[in-house]
């Protein structure tokens, strides 16, 4: 069949003749799968501090990642010289690797579905540098204007446009550009002799540099921060103990991401390790709780067309009412699992391994307005931000870092307060989960996930969300 041109961009040089080539000797030592990933990633990013632009960087990544599957074993090689000699040798590198009894003929290339989560009006990279410049001057100069307590103001820009192309065994040709912009601001300030205090906020999209002339402006994340870091001035230190805790809409989400999320890749679950492994059909959560993640939302951070393995994503039920109703599956764990890939098979660059990962993942909405929610509580902790936080997978005990938080005073929400940290259990907080908000929200576009060295954009959400019992860490 006859090809459009976007499937082949002159930055790879390659034809389907290529390909099938070059798979036939990705298979030439036995494998059951074989893959070619080829990348090209242009990158930009922009620093101001004290009103100057100190740092500004420009570069492009190429290169070309080759992968073989014999039953549970990978062959993984890659180059960043796309010369067929090279190529070649990286086929028989991973063919090498996974060197096993199977043996499968590869069939002749033809063209994937297409679809556009991101269409754009410009690409970042074809803006101007005077343009991008001056986005995070108008971050600086909000941010000053916000408070005279305000003394220090540090904004960023970054961006990249990705254009992958991916050629399987079993004759899938995918081809995907996807975009990226994000603004991030930070603030410090600071009252008489006291200590400084610091706020954060940012966003972005898969889009152009259009998205920051509409809701998520550079003023409006200067802003922010610079109000984080007033209300910051006045906090007071965080009690300890277990109490009863509300989860503000939006970022916050990171912490089901952490806690639960992670615990339902497949990979973790085929090897039994994760706190979720063999519990399918299972209650792990409250009624009250449905997660999703989902790849397909238009102009989303953690969206893409299709998965670095080239399936389409899809949006994927995880937990329903309470419910496990399935993982997060990869090529290589739906093989393995008798099952299906939920398109969640994502790779930093070429230079990685696809592994099952989330995309955008988040709790729907229920029924609770956050006004009842806050009434319902004598006294908790209302947390509106993080910084940060980990989790164990085998046993989803996680600790995050609270960088917003309030008290709840008999149903009203009191005092800022400061260095709070939430100690708990993945599937056990989600037990204590007892009213959900009618206020989903998703965050502004900032999330960046790690896993086994290697990071992807992610978006997170939940809505309001009252968790009975939680330990809190502070230090009143």
Partial sequence: MSFTDSFFPRKFGLSTADLESYLSVALSHGGDYADL?????ATSSLGIDEGIV????????LGVGVRVLSGEKTGYAYTDDLSPDKIRHACKTAACIANGPSKVEKT???EGPQRDLYPVLT???DTTLNERVELIKRADRAARAYDSRVFQV???YADNVREILIATSEGKLSYDRQPMARVNVTVLARQGEGSPQEGYAGGGGRMGLEVFESDKSPERYAREAARQAIMQLDAIDAPAGEMTVVLGP???GVLLHEAVGHGLEADFNRKGVSAFSNRIGQKVASELCTVIDDGTMAHRRGSINMDDEGNPTQQNVLIEKGILRGYLQ?????????GASTGSGRRESYQHVPMPRMTNTFMLAGDSTPEEIIRSVPKGLYCVNFSGGSVDITSGNFVFSASECYEIENGRLGR???GASLIGNGPEAMKYVSMVGNDLKLDEGIGVCGKEGQSVPVGVGIPTVRIDQMTVGGVA
Avoid: C, H, I, T
Wanted: hydrophobic content about 30%; overall charge positive.
């Fill in 154 to 156: 540090r904004a960023s």
């Fill in 416 to 418: 800022p307060v400061r």
């Fill in 250 to 252: 939006g970022w916050p």
């Fill in 54 to 61: 100190k740092s500004a960087s420009q570069g492009v990544s």
């Fill in 37 to 41: 990933y080829f990348e090209y990633v």
């Fill in 123 to 125: 690409a970042p990279n």
């Fill in 330 to 338: 990869d090529n290589l764990s739906s093989r393995l699992m008798g």
């Fill in 108 to 110: 002749g290339l033809n």
